[in-house]
């Protein structure tokens, strides 16, 4: 009983070492005819066990090993068939192909502009600083003086998060990256030179032109004797450096909470070189970002002494000037994800 056992056992791991063999030449397919078929190799030994087994079982464990001798046999006939082959069409290796490309990433349209807004600015030394995109009430909207009943912090244009009765505290998605500025204020450090990138959210129906997030950088420059003048030429370097030295600028008062004065900067359109075009709408310029000197209220909030110290801020969105940039005429595309429109972009920096 146990000679045809362990017979069977062994043409089983035999048959799984005879089918995982292969091989590249025809040197390697003698030698696994050595090995097996050899008039000492391993077929003949199995076939001398015979003697091992009981007389009632020889039949069988006979049909069993000429199975298996069948088996090899095939086995060698097709790795010599392949190995011929492929020598004869002279289809050796050839170290000298090139090896698979690796396929490469691309940097997401988004990334490169903000990534360039960045650069100018880090030349002019503004570090760089992250907040959280979940905010309290306090570092989206109180501390930058946003009054209680401004409209900016109604339900209809803020995502407003459920914590629940026992929350001490509004939750929200932020609006701006402004929190980020109150944070770092908040530190007590100072001259403070940041610039702030980062995704915002506001309640609005997502459509060709707005979308529900988008992304912003903000600046903020505090320390002593900083006046409006500083403002203005370091946003002179920062549109230069983008849109080319002969690009013209002009400054616009309006109003923000948490900037007195306010401005909106223009550009001349770069689209049209002032000439007139749909982008800038016939006017000749395209506003792109705002600013001001940071509000007294907003620096004593975050105990800053603002008889000591005054500073100025600014915001730019980033989608519209990647969309100019990039000829993308949908805000949608950024957020979908799509390949075909993501593989367009560089994957450098
Ligand atoms: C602090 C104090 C002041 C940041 C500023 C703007 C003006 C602005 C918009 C541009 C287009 C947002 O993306 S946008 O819709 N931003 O016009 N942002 S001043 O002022 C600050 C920030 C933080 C502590």
Redesign the pocket.
Known sequence: MRAMQDLLQKIEAYKAEVSSFNATDTKQVEEFRIKWLGSKGLVKSLMGEMKNVPNEQKREAGQLLNEFKNFVEEKFNALKEATEASEQSGATLDLTLPGDETPLGSRHPIALMRNRIIAIFQRLGFAVAEGPEIEDDWHNFT??NLPEHHPARDMQDTFYIDAGQNSAVDWLLRT???????R??EKGKLPIRVI?PGR?YRNETISARSHCF???V???YIDENVSFADLKQTLYFFVKEMYGQDVRVRFRP?Y?P??EP???MDVSCFICGGEGCNICKKTGWVEI????M??PN?LQN?GINPEKYT?F??????ERPAMLKYGINDIRLFSENDVRFLKQFTSAL
């Open positions: 501390a930058l701006h990256t402004s929190n980020t500025q109150i770092e204020m702030c915002v988008f992304h912003q903000e600046g903020l309006s923000f948490f900037t306010s401005a909106e970002l705002g600013c001001g940071v509000h907003v975050c500073g801020a600014f915001g730019m969105g980033v």
